[in-house]
């Protein structure tokens, strides 16, 4: 039976309507109740997000037993009950390599994000000055500076055209390949950067050992190709009707479209399976 519930957030648990911004999209009362029957019966439940602690509260309506175990920065902060577990640092020497080749690049600069307190998001660049990039909700950039200070937990690259994310991220896997880099979404106009060989199929292993569980017992939900990693580490990988390609290809279940709640629906399926000590119907052959 399924112990462990972690989820993709953006267009997977919490669907984004036509037109809305991400930060304004928050956690259902369908969704709220899909957790809180999970809890009730023992499980965990998780968000896998790539976004920081602090912007959980508004996501989840102030109800913090919901991300007290949860996996931040794509997997690079990993936390159970409340307390940290694990840090996967993305080393200075190889950023400050980036910025420079952003520096010499039409569009693109970094965004280090502080993924452990309130803090604002400070950009990298030599070229782009703060009153240049504007408002964009989590995206916001407070202060720039001309170099990397050092190791952080949360970085993206960021773009104001999102028609040159494909190519510049080919562009920077060849130059810097000690790093990874991944698309959060095919449209989108932000790069994730992360240690090699680290992402959400990591954090996933790494719960399920400080939980005490086999991968088995987790059930993961995602929808874009920075979730591939946990779609591939566990047995009951799911993705939702609007995953891309790749990110369905991987995932072993399949479920409705993020817009009808469809993840809030298979988690009740989930607690009320893992009250009965089975697996829910739509994981079984």
């Known amino acids: 039976m399924i112990k462990l519930v972690l989820s993709d957030l953006d267009n997977t648990l919490i669907p984004h309507r036509p037109n809305e ?72 020497e190889p950023l400050q390599r980036i910025s420079d080749i952003l520096d010499e690049q039409p569009d693109g600069f970094l965004v280090f994000f502080d993924m452990e307190g309130d803090g604002p998001n400070w950009g990298v660049s030599r ?18 500076l001309p170099e990397v200070e050092g190791p952080t937990l949360k970085v993206i690259v960021r773009l104001h055209d999102s028609d040159r994310t494909v190519h510049l991220c080919d562009l920077l896997r060849a130059e810097v390949p000690e790093l990874d880099f991944v698309l959060p979404a095919p449209d989108a106009n932000v790069i994730d950067i992360a240690p090699k060989g680290y992402g959400k199929g990591s954090a996933t292993r790494i719960m399920a050992a400080a939980l ?57 399926q989930i607690a009320a399976a893992t009250a009965r000590g089975k697996m829910p119907e739509f994981m079984r052959e």
């Not at 369908?30 to 999970?38: D, T, V």
């Not at 919901?66 to 409340?82: E, I, K, S």
């Open 21 to 92: 911004e991400f930060r304004d999209a928050k956690i259902s009362n369908k969704g709220l109740a899909a957790i809180r029957a999970l809890i009730d019966v023992g499980a965990h439940f998780g968000p896998m997000t790539g976004r920081p602690p602090s912007s959980m509260a508004e996501t989840f309506r102030g109800e913090s037993w919901t991300y007290d175990t949860g996996a931040y920065a794509n997997g690079q902060l990993v936390c159970v009950d409340g307390k940290v577990v694990h840090r996967e640092w993305t080393p200075a």
């Open 127 to 144: 070229k782009y000055r703060v009153d240049q990039q504007g408002e964009s909700g989590f995206l916001r950039v407070e202060r720039m």
């Open 212 to 268: 005490g569980i086999g991968l088995d017992e987790v059930a993961v939900f995602g929808d874009a190709d920075n979730d591939i990693s946990m779609l591939e580490a566990v047995p009951n990988s799911v993705a939702v009707a609007n995953a891309s390609e790749h990110a369905a290809a991987v995932a072993r279940w399949h479920i409705g479209d993020a817009l009808e709640e469809s993840v809030a629906e298979a988690m009740a």
